[in-house]
């Protein structure tokens, strides 16, 4: 069982021991039933951390994304950051370790186990409870969840209300982590890896095609799913920039050079490169944490996206991301059994 | 003005001037409308030219209102479009609409000596108003233009410069120390102390880099100038030119529709983002 | 115009007016409550919530093509305006804060200069509210706005839910024509049934929601703390997506682009499409110098223009409390949280 008070306390120690610049956790939202993100640095605060199924973010996007505001500082705070990890966000970690894209020493990972359980879909709880709001949910173990609404508390059974990345997750804690908490629990017995992925496979090319237009025709390009991705850490996306990176040095040539590789404008095309292309740069490196497809306004299915591309990396190439940062990247790698029958 | 605004109509390049050459080269355009779509244009008012396939960017017109066969435009090249309006020859055609901001209130400065005070590309937001003060100078007192650039070949508008002399009196600098170099030599802030202008009955206009432009004001005020006495030009990224697109403003006011002229008085009460 | 509606009459209703115009409503499809377009025959059931996407996708499309433009190598330019088609257009089930939220679009769009994309859609769609008997979401605060559950401010027509019948109201000429139009299927009002649709209004007017202090109070508030660290604090888990201001029935910040479709001879389309304060480069000068250049400084811009620079522009706040921006941040960056705070209310 993970006891918020143990969390709470590790907090402590490494606050008052001046170890980290901040705790980076989880605390109960003005927002919603989620809890939501929150810088911990003073003593304080560490009461506010919380944890439990509504913990939902893949909290080291934030190490991406305070390493990009620490370069417009002149004097940031070098020390590590304290990261509430579950096992999802430590394989993200551990794909930034394997990438280079942050130094071992910059994080202490504070890995929890969702103990055979996992996160609350919102929409598949909306489902369950016809229009009525929860207020709190809690994984209650052996496939139970408890939400609490205003007319009182109901049981729910996991698998109606858990996101279905958790259902098919193999291994919910931190393969690498400072510390843990909670039990390692390997058998859940909910679902399999990639079976909601393999479903959309196993229609016609018409059926998929006419599956993606459908949902590729409601994106409103709002960026949420590349923004909160840890992955997508690029300064400059190549597929449409809201962040192109212009300083004095830059030339008048190079701006006036510079290509739109696909348009603002949200016609079916633009938004299905937009998807396509950077379903592409992630593959090999995603690792399923599902934030893109929690945070789409228009309930995009992203993940089976990403996860098609994942099960044939595993396919081909047995590799999962993120689960060993001392692995060498997928992309970036080879060995002279992988696969070469399309070499000519 | 077109009856939709965003419609642009077409004039013909008839003149370009290379001002300065480099990798910030600034080159002074001419612009004739041989198919009617002219507009008249008051001191410290912009339009938007248009490139099709690039883009529109939003530019002072450097012309006094006074000058009605052409609208003269000084751009710096920066970036997609201005790289583009850089590459056109005399005789091209780009789209033209305009006129947007507010203006200087000449009306107001009757009576007053004048002081300008421009560096780089910045002296074209106020040429319109030098240019229409001299015309009229019996309605000013007396006017000073202080204008400076890196170096000598970097002086925008050189051989009106020489006219401009003889009916003003103008103070010249450049940056750097220069063989043959009559003027000033240092930044603009410094020329303006150098010479001290009484703030007695005047008015002060400034235009060019933004860092200048703070240090200028704050020279100003150490020379007595009040806040109501001081004028500038702010700009923004922008897009429509209307007011419209909510990406221009500062604080409560959209630069395109509200500006680009401010007094230092009206600009304070503004937030500072520079 | 008072008059009452049958429930089982409604499809009828909407069969009539699909005949002449197109008409959209919620419907529920994809895990979402959105503006559908609703094919004939078939009926619509008002029982949503809220949309996710605001009602202002009807006059302020998210691409428009402003003209098209046409351009041989060394001859001028030809262009074609495109100004929208102007089939008539009615809107069911839209929230009174989205109608209120229309008031602040038409300030914005034909004040000053005219935009003629928005006004030839705008004198042409009607919008056909839906009162709220209840909060749609937790996260509403419309009361704290100035505005109300059964507000009609942008709205054609209000309908308000009761018994077994719609109280349907026509606010404006284009709505007493939709309703007049009708005219067959609807009842006289009685004063039962005004005393029911007072009843729902004054017991909707009562239910809790989110609360933030007046609006002079939070504007002065905004002005003094302009410079105050909690933006920072506030906005250190934004990840600069566009999600609140996309789904925002106010924001209406756009970008301006040509996208060319051939080359020779140069033929393609300007382009407006909705763009956002929250993106990174927004403000980008080609100088590198962005005013805005932190998650801070765009958090406060948001949050000022819809509470502060408005006000002091037009006297009114534009934010009408729909909720929808709190509802869907992805960290749980709320307004109402965000301008209490740092107005130390």
């Not at chain 3, 209000?158 to 139009?181: F, N, Q």
């Not at chain 3, 002065?220 to 909690?230: C, D, V």
């Amino acid at each position: 069982m993970v006891a918020i008070e143990d969390i709470r306390t590790r907090a402590r120690e490494l606050l008052e021991g001046g170890k980290v610049r901040a705790v980076l956790g989880f605390r109960r939202s003005s927002a919603g039933l989620l809890a939501e993100p929150t810088f911990v640095t003073e003593l304080n605060d560490v009461a506010s951390l919380v944890w439990d199924a509504t913990c939902v973010h893949n909290l080291a996007l934030y190490l991406v994304n305070e390493k990009k505001r620490q370069k417009a500082e002149r004097n940031p705070d070098t020390r590590p950051l304290a990261v509430i990890a579950k096992g999802c966000d430590s394989r993200a970690i551990n794909v930034l370790l394997q990438e280079n894209h942050i130094a071992r020493d910059e994080v202490v990972v504070l890995g929890v186990s969702c103990e055979g359980g996992g996160v609350i879909d919102v929409r598949k709880l909306a489902d369950v409870l016809r229009g009525k709001e929860a207020t709190a949910a809690a994984y209650e173990g052996l496939g139970s969840v408890k939400v609490t609404t205003a007319s009182g508390e109901a049981t729910l059974a996991a698998s109606d209300v858990l996101a279905d990345r958790c259902l098919e997750c193999a291994t919910a804690y931190p393969s690498v982590s400072d510390v843990l908490f909670g039990e390692k629990v390997d058998e859940r017995g909910f679902s399999s890896r990639f079976a909601a992925t393999k479903a959309v496979a196993a229609m016609t090319e018409e059926e998929r095609s006419a599956f993606w237009d459908g949902h590729f025709e409601r994106c409103i390009r709002c960026y949420a799913c590349r923004a909160v991705c840890p992955m997508c850490y690029c300064d400059e996306c190549v597929v449409d920039s809201t962040s192109f990176i212009v300083g004095p040095t830059t030339t008048a040539e190079e701006k006036a050079n510079r290509i739109r590789w696909i348009q603002r404008s949200t016609t079916p095309a633009d938004n299905a490169m937009y998807h396509m292309v950077r379903a592409m740069h992630l593959a090999g490196r995603c690792v399923d944490c599902a934030e893109c497809e929690r945070v789409c306004p228009v309930n995009i299915p992203l993940r089976l996206l990403n996860t098609s591309l994942e099960s044939e990396a595993l396919e081909m190439f047995e590799y999962t991301p993120g689960t060993d940062p001392a692995q060498p990247s997928l992309i970036s790698s080879f060995r002279d059994g992988d696969p070469n029958d399309f070499v000519r | 003005m077109n009856a939709n605004v965003y419609l642009p109509a077409l004039a013909r390049i008839a003149g370009i001037e290379e001002e300065t050459r480099g990798a910030r080269a600034i080159k002074t355009f001419r612009v004739e409308f041989p198919e009617g779509g002219n507009f008249d244009h008051a001191c410290g008012q912009c339009a938007m030219l248009s490139l099709f396939g690039k883009g529109e960017v939003m530019i002072s017109i450097a012309s006094a209102p006074a000058v009605k066969d052409y609208k003269q435009f000084s751009i710096m090249k920066s970036g997609r479009v201005t790289t583009a309006l850089h590459d056109l020859k005399v005789g091209d055609i780009i789209g033209i609409r305009g006129p947007y901001g507010n203006q200087f209130p000449l009306e107001q400065w009757k009576g007053r000596d004048l002081i300008f005070v421009g560096g780089g590309v910045g002296l074209a937001p106020i040429w319109p108003v030098i240019q229409t003060a001299v015309a009229n100078a019996e309605d000013y007192g007396k006017i000073t233009v202080f204008y400076g650039a890196r170096s000598s070949r970097d002086i925008m508008y050189k051989a009106d410069f020489e006219d401009l002399a003889r009916k003003a009196i103008v103070q010249l600098s450049v940056d750097a120390a220069e063989d043959g170099w009559q003027g000033y030599t240092g930044f603009v802030p410094a020329n303006l102390m150098d010479k001290a202008p009484s703030p007695n009955n005047a008015i002060a206009i400034t235009c060019g880099p933004p860092i200048m432009i703070k240090f200028v004001i704050q020279n100003l005020q150490k020379l007595g100038f009040t806040d109501e006495q001081i004028y500038t030009t702010i700009e923004n990224k922008m897009k429509c030119g209307v007011g419209k697109c909510g990406r221009c403003n500062v604080g409560k006011d959209y630069v395109c529709v509200k500006g680009p002229v401010y007094s230092w008085a009206e600009l304070k009460t503004l937030p500072q983002e520079y | 115009m008072d008059t009452i509606l049958k429930k089982e009459r409604l499809g009828e209703w909407v069969a009539q007016i699909g005949s002449r115009a197109r008409v959209f409503a919620p419907a529920y499809a994809d895990g979402i409550w959105n503006f559908s377009p609703v094919a004939a025959g078939v009926s619509i059931e008002l029982d949503h919530g809220n949309t996710v996407r605001p009602a202002k996708g009807f006059v302020f499309p998210q691409r428009e093509v402003l003209y098209r433009f046409r351009q041989e190598s060394g001859k001028a330019p030809e262009l074609t305006e495109t100004l929208p088609d102007t089939t008539p257009t009615v809107v069911f089930g839209v929230r009174p804060c989205d109608g209120r939220a229309m008031v602040r679009n038409d300030k914005v769009f034909t004040c000053g200069f005219k935009d003629p994309y928005y006004s030839a859609r705008r004198d042409q769609v009607v919008f056909v509210g839906l009162a709220c008997n209840m909060p749609p979401s937790q996260n509403c605060f419309c009361l704290s706005m100035g505005g109300s559950p059964h507000s009609e401010d942008g709205l054609d027509v209000l309908m308000t839910e009761l018994d077994g019948r719609y109280h349907v109201k026509a606010i404006t000429p284009k709505g007493k024509a939709i309703v007049e139009s009708g005219a067959a299927l609807f009842d006289k009002m009685q004063v039962p049934d005004g005393n029911a649709v007072a009843k729902v209004h004054a017991d909707a007017d009562k239910c809790p929601q989110r609360s933030l202090a007046a609006m002079e109070k939070i504007a002065a508030g905004l002005k003094e703390h302009f410079e105050s660290p909690k933006w920072d604090e506030l906005a250190r888990a934004c990840i600069g997506c566009g999600a609140c201001t996309y789904l925002c029935p106010s924001c209406h910040c756009f970008d301006i682009n040509d996208e060319i479709t051939g080359n020779t001879p140069l033929t393609g389309e300007r382009v407006r499409t909705w763009d956002n304060c929250q993106f990174p480069d927004f403000t980008m000068h080609s100088s590198g110098h962005n005013p805005r250049h932190d998650t801070g400084a765009r958090l406060r811009q948001r949050v000022s223009h819809k509470l502060l620079y408005f006000v002091e522009n037009h006297n009114m706040q534009q934010c009408t409390g729909c909720g929808r921006c709190i509802s869907h941040c992805p960290v749980g960056i709320d307004i109402v949280r965000v301008a209490t705070e740092v107005t130390g209310q």
